[in-house]
């Protein structure tokens, strides 16, 4: 698997970047793992959006789902242009169904709901769930194929049940959102200690942090995590690429 990050920012996007996207690709199947504001503008540069297979979000908030729109236009002027293309997948839950009706649009793409309970098989991924804490209905993912492990938190505050979601995977793309001194669980988000305490406990190989804040100094929260967290740690950034 490779995976490369398109967006990191939580909320909103910094000037020229994009909140959350993130591009899984194995045996040629490309899967964009949400699709925030600015991702679609981002994700040219690696690919164009003609060549993505399927879409995956873990929840309806702007910041993860706003350039679906602009996904669908896109491959809409492609067929206009006479680029035939098939239906795009595009797999979210189904608690919300206002949202989740906007993941039809014409022809051009599909909405499927996944299973929480269950696994998704998306090309070569398998993929199985877990509800997060956040004030909308969230789910983290963990995704294997090749016989490698990607597990993605979504947006979460910190719940036990992560530890054995997480465990022994090759990369722990966790969200960060808060400094060690601030508790996020009111917002639904985690701060950096218990990033690095999730990725410590559950033994991952290596914790990629990402939904990163707009303030601060980003490298006190690889300083923080570290204190928890003895493998290596990353900051995500854009056009990052790691190799599974």
Same mark, same amino acid.
Request: hydrophobic share 35%; with cysteine.
């Given at each position: 698997?490779?995976?490369?990050?398109?967006?990191?920012?939580?909320?909103?996007?910094?000037?020229? !970047?994009?909140? /959350?996207?993130?591009?899984?690709?194995?045996?040629?199947?490309?899967?964009?793992?949400?699709?925030?504001?600015?991702?679609?503008?981002?994700? =040219?540069? $690696? #690919?164009?959006?003609? !060549?993505?297979?399927?879409?995956?979000?873990?929840?309806?908030?702007?910041?993860?789902?706003?350039?679906?729109?602009?996904?669908?236009?896109?491959?809409?002027? =492609?067929?206009?242009?006479?680029?035939?293309?098939?239906?795009?997948? #595009?797999?979210?839950?189904?608690?919300?169904?206002?949202?989740?009706?906007?993941?039809?649009?014409?022809? $051009?793409?599909?909405?499927?709901?996944?299973?929480? !309970?269950?696994?998704?098989?998306?090309?070569?991924?398998?993929?199985?769930?877990?509800?997060?804490?956040?004030?909308?209905?969230?789910?983290?993912?963990?995704?294997?194929?090749?016989?490698?492990?990607?597990?993605y938190t979504g947006d979460s505050s910190f719940k036990e049940e992560f530890i054995d979601f997480s465990r022994n995977a090759d990369v722990l793309l966790c969200e960060c959102n808060f400094y060690g001194n =601030?508790?996020?669980?009111?917002a639904g988000h985690m701060n950096s200690v218990e990033a690095g305490q999730l990725a410590q406990k559950a033994e991952v190989k290596q914790l990629i942090l990402t939904h990163l804040p707009h303030y601060g100094?980003?490298?006190?929260? $690889?300083?923080?995590? /570290?204190?928890?967290?003895?493998?290596?740690?990353?900051?995500? !950034?854009?056009?990052?690429? $790691?190799?599974?």
């Amino acid at each position: 698997m490779k995976l490369t990050i398109i967006g990191y920012w939580g909320g909103y996007p910094k000037k020229n !970047e994009a909140s /959350s996207g993130y591009l899984l690709e194995h045996d040629g199947f490309q899967l964009l793992i949400d699709c925030g504001s600015g991702v679609l503008s981002k994700l =040219q540069n $690696i #690919i164009q959006p003609q !060549e993505l297979d399927a879409v995956i979000l873990s929840h309806y908030h702007p910041d993860h789902t706003a350039d679906i729109g602009v996904l669908q236009h896109a491959r809409l002027i =492609q067929g206009f242009l006479g680029n035939e293309l098939p239906t795009l997948p #595009i797999y979210g839950h189904s608690f919300n169904e206002h949202e989740f009706s906007k993941l039809t649009y014409k022809t $051009i793409t599909k909405g499927h709901a996944y299973d929480p !309970e269950g696994t998704l098989t998306a090309g070569p991924f398998k993929l199985s769930f877990l509800k997060t804490n956040h004030p909308v209905p969230c789910y983290a993912m963990r995704i294997e194929a090749g016989g490698k492990t990607l597990v993605y938190t979504g947006d979460s505050s910190f719940k036990e049940e992560f530890i054995d979601f997480s465990r022994n995977a090759d990369v722990l793309l966790c969200e960060c959102n808060f400094y060690g001194n =601030q508790n996020g669980r009111s917002a639904g988000h985690m701060n950096s200690v218990e990033a690095g305490q999730l990725a410590q406990k559950a033994e991952v190989k290596q914790l990629i942090l990402t939904h990163l804040p707009h303030y601060g100094s980003l490298g006190e929260l $690889i300083t923080e995590a /570290s204190v928890q967290y003895s493998g290596i740690i990353k900051l995500a !950034e854009e056009f990052q690429s $790691i190799s599974l």
